[in-house]
């Protein structure tokens, strides 16, 4: 570990565990420390011992020197919490479309990324409409997982960002709630809305005794896991993108025009005076490890023959379901035939996604994008190097591994505030 004079801290929450990553100010990784989620009745409680052991277990000296902490979190994943801060409902995933029966008449006053049956917006609405009286009453604010863990760290309620906040209807062209919104019955528990980067407040003044950061480190709003693979990745021109596999396959395309169409699952978020254009499907790594553990997939895919295509035709999905490039949520997976080749069976799994991936990537730029470049890739598919020549193939563009993969890397740099001027992209 080198000494550093100042430190800023990323920390990335995901589906399955959540990762802490200190950086110096040339963007040296200071350390960097990881936990999986431990098994308990409540996710928010998961959350909040994990949030604890990650600053504990860094070294006391890069604690001592943080200067800003940023956090971001899967987007889509909600709860409501009472006027404390109190969790008062159980949070809901980002892929939980428990509240899809809401978004029928959701559909008939709004557009854009809100209105899909996992959004931020229809959740809040599927509570109002179905939680008990004594639970609506003791509701106050609906955060998001940055949101909430953010307000453990410096002690405000009631705060979001423009990213975690765009599925909750916000306007980021008009930086506001739309008036539509405004009229819901769940207005009242809607957060103020920062800029990614912004400074909301220091830690509060247990938070600094408890763990050894200095009573100055501010706590900066927060953003989506993918969002924050992007910024780690440096892309910074008009046509770069990133791909991110985790549980999930999620494209973001850095565009000088914003793009929407609820129709194909596509949305744009604000990113200085450019806009990341995207969507996220419901393939990814999830779908990978229902078939193959870790070390079956490194093993197989070392045989793998990107040359010698499958002509399986996957559309790899573990339940029907899809949010983009394909908007249905009742969309089918398509699995078969199934050879008894696992080596085959896999290359056929990841010629679907690279598929979907393509499709994605069309799409956008047929919908007004700046044209595709390059591809950078973040998540599980870094080391699989025959995976990233599949793609390449159908892409026709350049793909690599992004210089730095992990979305807390991402969040450090959003903490240090390099993405919050608009000098830090070369438009």
């Known amino acids: 570990m080198r000494n550093a004079v100042e430190t800023y801290l990323g920390i990335d929450f995901g589906t399955s565990g959540a990762r802490a990553i200190a950086i110096t100010p040339d963007g040296y990784i200071a350390a960097q420390v990881h936990q999986t989620y431990a098994s308990a009745a409540s996710l928010a409680v998961v959350w909040e011992q994990t949030l604890w052991s990650l600053l504990t277990a860094l070294p006391l000296a890069i604690r ?24 008062v409902t159980q949070p809901l995933l980002y892929n939980d479309d428990s509240a899809r029966a809401a978004l029928t008449d959701l559909a008939a006053i709004a557009s854009g990324p809100a209105v899909s049956s996992t959004s931020s917006l229809v959740k809040a609405l599927w509570w109002a409409q179905t939680l008990d009286p004594a639970v609506l009453e003791a509701a106050q604010f609906l955060l998001h997982q940055a949101d ?3 307000g453990l760290l410096h002690g405000q309620l009631g705060v979001s960002d423009y990213h975690n906040a765009l599925k909750l209807g916000y306007d980021v062209q008009a930086m506001a709630y739309p008036d539509w919104l405004l009229a819901l019955p769940v207005a009242d528990w809607l957060p103020r809305v920062h800029p990614p980067g912004s400074a909301i407040a220091p830690i509060t003044a247990k938070v600094a005794n408890h763990l050894g950061l200095p009573s100055t480190c501010i706590v900066k709003a927060g953003t989506t896991d993918s969002i924050a693979a992007f910024l780690a990745s440096g892309a ?3 046509g770069e993108a990133v791909t991110s596999l985790g549980s999930t396959l999620v494209l973001k395309l850095l565009s000088r025009t914003p793009v929407v169409d609820a129709a194909s699952g ?18 990814g790594g999830a779908v990978l490890r229902t078939f193959f553990a870790d070390d079956d997939l490194a093993a197989l895919s070392s045989k793998l023959q990107p040359a010698q295509p499958t002509q399986l035709n996957y559309y790899p999905l573990l339940r029907p379901g899809e949010r983009f490039p394909i908007s249905d949520p009742d969309y089918p997976p398509r699995l078969l035939p199934r050879p008894n080749d696992p080596v085959r069976f896999l290359q056929g799994l990841l010629e679907g996604m690279a598929q979907i991936e393509t ?4 799409r956008l730029m047929t919908l007004g994008s700046s044209p595709l470049k390059c591809v950078y890739t973040a998540g599980g598919g870094v080391k699989n190097e025959a995976w990233q020549r599949i793609r390449a193939q159908r892409l026709k563009v350049p ?3 992004s210089p730095q993969t992990e979305s807390a890397y991402g969040a450090a740099r959003l903490a240090q505030g390099l993405m919050t001027a608009q000098a830090a992209l070369k438009v």
Do not use: E, F, K
């Open 64 to 87: 001592q020197c943080c200067q800003a902490i940023a956090i971001d979190g899967t987007s889509g994943t909600v709860m409501l919490c009472d006027r404390t801060g109190q969790p």
């Open 148 to 150: 909430w863990l953010g």
């Open 236 to 238: 910074s021109l008009p």
């Open 266 to 283: 596509v949305y744009s978020h604000r990113l200085g005076d450019l806009w990341l254009a995207g969507g996220a499907s419901n393939t």
């Open 359 to 362: 499709m994605g990537y069309a």
């Open 399 to 401: 793909v690599s591994a």
